[in-house]
């Protein structure tokens, strides 16, 4: 009869012995769960049945937490050797392919468990991608929420591709793009609109285009805006005077003057970055 690990080997700490002393060395063993585990195997193919060398396969619990992971050989093949007896999920990636739904499975003991995969071929992985990051020109902070437009240039004709906006670090990425010429547009609100120059994609192509905003002082403010009440009634005021003042250190300085309309509504444009207060009265006549 074949045998099996009970428990599994432990080495004692290096230890030397000089003459006569007697030395103790106890050693804990740690239960073996060899007789509980089994492997799984198999081979990652296209769908055209050639094998897949150098493709992720990861094996995941019931409860989707990673067990354990390896790469494919030239042939496509695979083994997970150690694996608790039990259900798991499995799956595999490679680059230019999709990537194939979860495979469930069932390790027995002692025992392989075959688990062949198919990979369809992603048909956007010839296609090329831009990416960068948007910043404000001078300080070079990164601008989040910017419009990022891609052209395909094609002699005079650009023909929009792509639409997209920065994320919080000022990051964008125009994806699956044809071999071509293309620019990027890139705009936000209180800054000036920047073009870049052409960019030449090909051969499945990721090219980094970074691009910077330069803040317009006209278009970069903001507005006040709020609607004039009576406190008893909580009716709008018509033709109420409203005034904005700016706050520099303690010192209030009106700067802008306009009354309300007959629904008690007012509203300043064109308010630069400051501080401010809002004072508002009405007078009628006697």
Known sequence: MAKIDDYNLKASDPFTLSGTEESTEDLQLTVSTASEEGIIIGTVTSSNATPIGGAAVKIFDSSDTPIAHTITNPQGQYTIPFVVQGTYKVIAAMGGYLTPLIIPVT????R??????????????ALNTLDGIIREAGTLIPLSHAIVSTYLVQGT?????STTNTNATGQYISPYLADGDYIVVANRDGYDQ???????LSNAEIASLDMTLYPNAITNTGT????????????PIGSAT??????IGTTETLIKLTKTNSAGRYLFGSVGASNYVVKAFAQKDE
């Open 107 to 110: 390790v027995v003991a002692n």
């Open 112 to 125: 392989p468990t075959i688990v062949n995969i198919t990979l369809t071929p992603d048909p956007d992985a």
């Open 157 to 161: 004709t650009q023909t929009l591709i």
């Open 194 to 200: 920047t073009t870049s120059a052409v960019t030449s």
């Open 224 to 235: 006040v805006s709020g609607i004039i009440t009576d406190s008893t009634t909580l009716l």
């Open 242 to 247: 409203v005034a904005l003042y700016e706050i």
